[in-house]
């Protein structure tokens, strides 16, 4: 009987440390190739916002976005996929404007989070990253090859 708990304790000890371990590399497998930075995304943003007036903190998923030439992929932290979740293609987005986080959202972003308006492929989006990571991916956006319309606030 004992015998018998033992071992099934063991083996989901085991399977905890097997999903940890996995977790972990697959974090590692996305950052190895460079170009990547925290990104918290909520997609589909509706335009009129709550009848409160604060935005609400509902919808963010935290993420890490990966620049990969002229698209940027958007992986799930919480995740054990290896595909990204969105693809963001640098000729289809325009930014609307820039926020800090007010109510809620600053309890569900990071502490340093700026929130980036955009629009792509006619869908509202918000990321929220690092005045760092802004910086970086405003400068992406406007290096963008001759001939592409960029829109950048």
């Given at each position: ?13 085991a ?10 590399l ?26 409160v ?7 963010w998923?935290?993420?890490v976005?990966?620049?990969?030439g ?13 595909r990204p979740r969105?693809?963001?293609e ?7 404007g820039?926020?800090?986080?007010e ?9 340093d ?33 001759p001939?592409q ?5």
């Open positions: 009987m004992y015998l018998a708990v033992l071992v099934s304790v063991l083996a989901l000890v399977l905890v440390g097997i999903g940890l371990f996995v977790f972990g697959r974090r590692r497998l996305i950052q190895r190739s460079g170009g990547t930075f925290d990104c918290s995304l909520r997609w589909n943003v509706p335009e009129e916002p709550d009848p007036g604060a935005p609400s903190g509902k919808g998923v935290y993420g976005a990966r620049y990969s002229d698209r940027i992929m958007w992986f799930r932290v919480f995740s054990y996929a290896p969105r693809v963001l640098r000729s289809a987005i325009e930014v609307i820039r926020r800090t986080p109510g809620e959202e600053e309890l569900a972003l990071l502490s989070a700026v929130v980036l308006g955009c629009l792509h492929q006619g869908v509202r989006l918000e990321l929220a990253m690092s005045e760092d990571a802004l910086t970086g991916f405003l400068a992406w956006l406007e290096a963008a090859p001939g319309r960029v829109n950048v606030a």
